[in-house]
C-alpha cells in the first residue's frame, strides 16, 4: 500500500525544479508510505512520478518504485495489491519462457503484464485493489487507472497545461502553482450525500477516476479526455441475471464459501504482520472465520467498544473471537478518545466528508496498527448479500404502501411524524421482549420517520433517493448552487433488474459503497499507516454474488441468508444473530453535550452569513430543534459541521 502522485506538463521545462516539485508533493502523503520514498522526472517530456511506501510485499530494494520495465519503456507508480500476481507470473513464463525477475513485488509483475499484453489485457487479467499512473517513453502517453470496487483512490485535474494526480487531494495542492475555487454543485452533492460522489471533488476542475475506469492522455492531448470504463459494473449485474445460478442451496452456500475462501486465502499474502477488523457481525465474523480456518496461528482480531450499550458491540466480538480462537484485542473508548480524532478530520479526509462512522473507523485502524501493518474488513456483504434494512423494506413496507391510496399514506405518515423519535425508541424497548429477535430496531425512532418521508413517493427509484439523502433539497440550502446529476438521478446509469432489492442493492454498490465506505476505510486506516484489504470486493466474488438468486439473499425478513449459511458452519447462530447496529457513535447526545460550543461557533448565523456558503436559516432552525431534544438532526448538522471544519482549515479555498 502506498501513496502515488505526480504531473505531467505538456509541453515540458517549466518553472522550478520538477524533482523538487513532487518531492513536496509526495511528502503529503508520507502517512500511507512511511518505508520508503522514489521519485523519478523527465524534464525534457515534463513528467514526474513519486511514491510513498508502505512496504508489505517484498521488502527489499527490489520493490522501490517508481519503477522501470525491463525494457526501459515504462514507468509506473502503484499503490495497492494485485492477488493473483504470482499466477500472473507463471502466465508469462508459460507464454515467453524463463524472465529474469528482480525481486517479488506485484509491480514489477504487473510492469511485465503491461510489456507482454497491454494495460487494458493486464487490467482484465488482475485480481486486486489498486490505482496506478504508468508512463509510457517511448509513446509519450500516460496512462491513470484505478480498480474494479474503487478500494484504492486517484485524484487529478489540470492547472493550465500541466495535468496533476494523486491519492489525495493534499498531494495535488502541494503543487507550488496550485489554485482552485470551491464547487458548489459539488457542495450541494456533499449535503444530500455525507461525501462527494465521483468523478466530482470539492475543487472546481479536478476529478477522482471512477471506479473500474483508465484515463489515458497522449502528448498534446485536450484537457477534455473523458474517463472510460474497462470493467462496468452494470455489465456484471446485467451478466448475473441471465446466468442466475441454478444449482441447491446447499451447493450456493459451498460454493460462496469456496469463492470466499479462495479471496481471504490470496488476500493473507503478506511478509509482514497482519490480521483483521471484527465487530460481531456477520460479515467480519465470516472473514475473521475463514480467515482462522487457513492460518495455522492464531489471527489477530481488533474490536473497539463503547460505555453506550446501544453502540457497543465489543462483548458480540469477543465471543466470535473467542469460539474462534483468535488473537483478540479490544479498546473501549472514552468519549474524549472520539471527541480529540474530530479536529484530525479535515486534514485526513482532505475533502469534506461527514459520515460520522469515520472516528471509530480511525480509532479501530489505530488500534489495529500497534500489531499489524495489513488488516482484512468485512465491507461489501451488505451491498452484496442484500445486509441493509432499506432492502428489506423494498420488499414489505415499500411493496404493500405503494398499493394504497395517496390520501391513506399521507395520513399514515402524519402519524408517524406526530410522534417523537424518542417516544418511539421508548415503545420499541417496550415491546421488544414480546417480539422475535428479527424484528428488534436500533433507533427505531428514526427509522420512523425516516419512513414517513418514503410513504408519500410515487416510485421506487425516489424511495432510494429519499433514503440516501441526508438534507432532501440542498441546491436550496448552498448559495448558488445547481445539484449535478449522479448515478442516483441520471436513469441512463441505471442496471437493468427485476427486482427494486436487486436494484438498490446494485445502486448502492456504485455509489454508496465506493463513495463513502470505502473511502472512510481508505483515509482512516492510511491516516495511521494500515493498509486495509476487503475481501468480499474481489470482483470474482462480485460476479458469483450478482448471479444469486434474490431468494438466497433476502428469506424469511432477513437479509445476508447465504452468508449467514456459510458463517454458521463455523460460528454459532446464537452468537451472531442479534439486530444490525453499524458503527456509530452517539452524535446526538454529544451534539447536546461536549460539542455543543464547537458547533455553535462553526454554526452561528454570522459566520454562516459571512463565508456565504449556506443559507443560515434551515441550518440554524435544525440546529435549535435538535437543542431542544424534539428531533435528532445529527447527519444533517454534522454534514454542515464537516464542511465548516474543511473550510476553516483550508482558507484559502474561495
Not at 474481489?538 to 434474490?550: C, K
Amino acid at each position: 500500500m502506498c501513496g502515488i502522485t505526480g504531473f505531467w506538463r505538456m509541453h515540458g521545462g517549466g518553472a522550478g525544479s520538477s524533482r523538487e516539485q513532487v518531492e513536496a508533493m509526495s511528502m503529503r502523503l508520507r502517512h500511507r508510505g512511511p518505508d520508503d520514498d522514489g521519485f523519478w522526472c523527465d524534464e525534457d517530456a515534463g513528467i514526474a512520478l513519486a511514491q510513498q511506501r508502505l512496504s508489505v510485499l517484498d521488502l527489499s530494494a527490489a520493490g522501490h518504485q517508481p519503477m522501470h520495465s525491463a525494457c526501459g519503456r515504462y514507468v509506473a507508480v502503484f499503490n495497492g495489491e494485485i492477488y493473483n500476481h504470482l499466477d500472473l507470473r507463471d502466465r508469462l513464463e508459460g507464454q515467453g519462457g524463463a524472465i529474469a525477475w528482480r525481486g517479488h513485488s506485484d509491480t514489477e509483475t504487473l510492469i511485465a503484464c503491461f510489456v507482454a499484453w497491454g494495460v487494458e489485457e493486464t487490467l482484465r487479467s488482475c485480481v486486486g485493489m489498486f490505482a496506478f499512473a504508468l508512463w509510457d517513453r517511448q509513446q509519450r502517453e500516460l496512462t491513470l487507472a484505478r480498480d474494479r470496487m474503487g478500494e484504492k483512490p486517484l485524484y487529478y485535474g489540470w492547472q493550465g497545461e500541466t495535468l496533476l494526480f494523486g491519492s489525495e487531494l493534499k498531494a495535488l495542492k502541494a503543487y507550488p502553482a496550485f489554485s482552485a475555487s470551491i464547487d458548489r454543485n459539488a457542495l450541494a452533492l456533499f449535503l444530500r450525500h455525507d461525501c462527494i460522489p465521483a468523478p466530482h471533488t470539492i475543487y472546481r476542475g479536478f476529478f477522482k477516476l471512477r471506479p473500474g475506469h483508465l484515463l489515458r492522455m497522449v502528448f498534446g492531448a485536450r484537457q477534455d479526455a473523458q474517463q472510460r470504463a474497462y470493467w462496468r459494473y452494470n455489465d456484471a449485474v446485467t451478466s448475473g441475471c441471465a446466468s442466475p445460478f441454478g444449482g441447491t442451496d446447499k451447493e450456493a452456500v459451498d460454493a460462496l464459501e469456496v469463492r470466499l475462501g479462495e479471496s481471504i486465502g490470496a488476500q493473507l499474502l503478506s511478509d509482514v504482520p497482519l490480521g483483521a477488523f471484527l465487530s460481531g457481525g456477520i460479515d467480519s465474523s465470516t472473514v475473521v472465520a475463514l480467515m482462522q480456518a487457513r492460518s495455522h496461528r492464531p489471527v489477530k482480531t481488533f474490536t473497539i467498544g463503547f460505555a453506550e450499550n446501544a453502540y457497543d458491540e465489543a462483548e458480540h466480538a469477543r465471543a466470535v473471537a473467542a469460539h474462534l480462537g483468535t488473537e483478540h484485542t479490544e479498546l473501549y473508548v472514552r468519549p474524549e478518545d472520539a471527541l480529540a480524532i474530530i479536529p484530525k478530520l479535515p486534514s485526513i479526509f482532505c475533502e469534506p466528508f461527514a459520515d460520522s462512522s469515520q472516528i471509530p473507523t480511525f480509532l479501530i485502524s489505530q488500534l489495529a496498527r500497534r500489531d499489524v501493518t495489513v488488516a482484512l474488513s468485512g465491507d461489501g456483504g451488505d451491498e452484496l448479500f442484500g445486509g441493509y434494512n432499506r432492502y428489506l423494506a423494498a420488499r414489505t413496507t415499500w411493496g404493500r404502501v405503494q398499493w394504497l391510496p395517496l390520501s391513506v399514506r399521507r395520513a399514515l405518515a402524519g402519524v408517524l411524524r406526530a410522534v417523537k423519535p424518542d417516544v418511539w425508541d421508548n415503545l420499541m424497548q417496550g415491546v421488544e421482549p414480546l417480539l422475535p429477535q428479527k424484528w428488534h430496531l436500533a433507533s427505531a425512532g428514526d427509522k420512523a420517520h425516516k419512513l414517513s418521508e418514503v410513504l408519500t413517493l410515487s416510485s421506487g427509484h425516489a424511495y432510494l433517493l429519499r433514503l440516501a439523502s441526508c438534507w432532501q433539497d440542498p441546491a436550496r440550502v448552498v448559495a448558488d448552487a445547481h445539484e449535478p446529476a449522479t448515478v442516483l438521478t441520471d436513469p441512463a446509469a441505471w442496471p437493468r433488474t427485476n427486482d427494486l432489492a436487486q436494484w438498490m442493492m446494485a445502486m448502492d454498490a456504485q455509489s454508496y459503497l465506493p463513495d463513502d465506505i470505502l473511502v472512510k476505510v481508505d483515509r482512516s486506516a492510511m491516516a495511521n499507516s494500515l493498509e486495509t484489504r476487503v475481501p468480499m470486493l474481489d470482483h470474482r466474488v462480485v460476479e458469483f454474488a450478482l448471479r444469486m438468486p434474490l431468494h438466497m439473499k433476502i428469506r424469511d425478513g432477513q437479509g445476508k441468508w447465504i452468508l449467514r449459511q456459510v458463517l454458521h458452519r463455523y460460528v454459532p447462530r446464537e452468537l451472531i444473530e442479534r439486530p444490525k447496529m453499524g458503527f456509530a457513535l452517539p452524535m446526538d447526545q454529544w451534539l447536546r453535550g461536549p460539542l455543543r460550543d464547537w458547533a455553535e461557533a462553526l454554526l452561528g448565523e454570522r459566520r454562516l452569513r459571512e463565508e456565504g456558503y449556506f443559507d443560515p436559516m434551515p441550518i440554524r432552525k435544525k440546529w435549535k430543534e435538535h437543542l431542544s431534544g424534539r428531533r435528532n438532526w445529527q447527519r444533517q448538522l454534522w454534514t454542515v459541521l464537516m464542511f465548516q471544519g474543511w473550510l476553516e482549515e483550508n482558507r484559502g479555498a474561495s
